[in-house]
């Protein structure tokens, strides 16, 4: 088992930066990829950005490429998620993933271990 703990999320104005933090334990060793996702009421959930947990592939959807960046802390089994320029339709439920099979990093199946979501408000 794996267990997915963030942290981070909050209420910031449009334009404003946040940093939101997931800290995997348990049998990291059997991590393949963790993803950020996010799910707005009524919305599906979107794979945000995603990276191989040896950092050899690394993905971003279209809807956050060049705002938000990925970066680890492999000592601290910790992933990062940095969101600059934040607009009001990034509010959401903010969810780190984790998965075990090989599979592409743009995939959003196959994700074996969720934590329980951080909340982020962006106000305009």
């Known amino acids: 088992q794996v267990q997915l703990v963030e942290s981070g999320g909050g209420l910031v104005q449009a334009g404003g930066s946040l940093r939101l933090s997931c800290e995997a334990s348990?049998?990291?060793?059997?991590?393949?990829?963790m993803g950020w996702f996010r799910q707005a009421p009524g919305e599906e959930r979107e794979l945000l950005a995603a990276i191989t947990w040896s950092g050899g592939s690394i993905y971003y959807g279209d809807s956050v490429k060049g705002r938000f960046t990925l970066s680890r802390d492999n000592a601290k089994n910790t992933l990062f998620l940095q969101m600059n320029s934040l607009k009001p339709e990034d509010t959401a439920v903010y969810y780190c993933?984790?998965?075990?099979?090989?599979?592409?990093?743009?995939?959003?199946?196959?994700?074996?271990?969720w934590g329980q979501g951080t909340q982020v408000t962006v106000s305009s």
């Open positions: 993933a984790a998965g075990q099979s090989i599979v592409p990093v743009a995939s959003s199946s196959v994700y074996d271990y």
């Open positions: 348990g049998r990291t060793f059997s991590i393949y990829k």
